[in-house]
């Protein structure tokens, strides 16, 4: 690497493999998740849904490896990685834009839904009437502070987090499978199919933007191996347990809820401790790369990242507190479609053109035409295949269902990089 740039991890900072493991873990075990599993559950037998699941969850550790891999050999979260394959100047003003911007909307909108549940599930055991906005400013500024303690925030939360959920979570199947619940797992048929690419394309599009923001944490790893072992030991059998839980509870109480499989169980104020302790390891990862992007875009190193994670935060609990989220949900889901072409052409420079070799990795300059053309191609053919542009009216007509569309996107990228900076290259030799 011939630059630095302010955003190097130093050989002390670097954390065991499991502490990242247990980061992804913590991600893995949250509300959406949950409503995932439903999903799938309500639409494939058992055993098409854990195949889905782990087809799904595969196909996210194959990305996630290769991008923390080289986000582990150069030390630098993906905004900044990203100018290599994009430039420096593509890196700064399209994805930490795209980046910020995705993770400041999401965290706003999971610190309302943390809100809104906290004054709910408060008022139905207590009677006390709390508002909305006042839950969400609340909690937001609860899981802004975790983030800005940066990696060692994230990691002291999930050990705390990460069991007491799995440990509710299992009482609560333990309950219903005991009270009879179960029995609509006998023989179970859903009433309304799916395809298996759909349940694997539920199951990458619940975690494919992490996997693409995957070299923020994974810098931390002290080696390959253990980005390795932390992505799949830390992502594979969470989201496996995780998303079936989800989709068997929701077959023994007719719902999505998290709320309501903890209720069933009898669990109200345990139940009220899970749901935010799972928004708030999911969302305190949204406040950190939101921040780190931030700061990329502004210019800003890593000294100046907790001021920028803390900015980003600000501004997302700003948003849920005035309610204009879910305004802008549909553009949220642009761009979170967008992101994972990143991915394609980041793992092609690294990997096929600087044939993974650190000393042959180097920012460059300006902007980076064959990396911006294969990023925007690649985006676009996800977003028309991935049904994104079926939300949107005035786009629909471009909307082409086919395979998994952040896949198809990925690919896409990938391969037009290859071949765009292979003929730059060559035309610059001749």
Known sequence: MKQTTGFEIKAEERQSWVSI????????????????????????????????????????????????????DT???????????????????????????????????????????????????????????????????????TACFRFSGLKWLN?????????????????????GNGAALVGYHPAAPMSLVSGISLTVGSFVVAAAISGDYCRFAKNRGDVVK??????????????????????????????????TAGLPVIGLIALILATWTTNVSNAYS???????L?????????????????????????GILNSIQGFLSLLSAIVPALMGVMIADYWIINKGKLERFEIREGFCAPGIIAFA?????ACMTGGTFAAIPALAFLNMPFFIGSVNGIIVAFVLYVFLAKAVGSKRNT
């Open 159 to 179: 050990k705390i987090a990460v069991p007491l959920l799995g440990i509710v979570l299992a009482y609560a199947l333990i309950y219903n499978l005991a009270s």
């Open 75 to 145: 030390g630098l979260p993906t905004a900044v990685m990203a100018g290599a394959a994009l430039g420096e100047k593509g890196a700064k003003y399209i994805i930490s834009t795209i980046l910020a911007i995705s993770c400041v909307g999401w965290f706003g909108i999971q610190a309302a839904v943390c809100g809104s549940s906290f004054s709910s599930m408060v008022e139905g055991m207590s009677g006390i009437s709390i508002p909305v906005w006042l839950s969400s400013v609340g909690w937001g500024i609860v899981m802004l502070l």
């Open 377 to 381: 191609l690649g985006a676009l053919v």
């Open 290 to 296: 939101g921040g780190l992007a931030l700061s990329v």
């Open 21 to 72: 493991a247990m980061v992804w873990i913590g991600a893995m075990i949250c509300v959406p998740a949950l409503m995932i599993g439903g999903m799938i559950g309500a639409g494939l037998s058992l055993g098409s849904a854990a195949l889905a699941i782990i087809s799904g969850y595969a196909l996210i550790c194959v990305f996630m490896c290769f991008m923390g891999m080289h986000a582990c």
């Open 230 to 263: 932390s992505s799949v030991l830390g992502v594979l059998p969470a989201g496996l347990v995780v998303l079936m839980l989800g989709g068997i509870l929701a077959i023994c109480t007719g719902s999505y809820d998290i709320s309501v499989f903890l209720s």
């Open 298 to 322: 502004l210019g800003q190193d890593e000294k100046r990242s907790r001021i920028t994670t803390a900015v980003s935060g600000a501004i997302g609990t700003v948003l849920a507190a005035v």
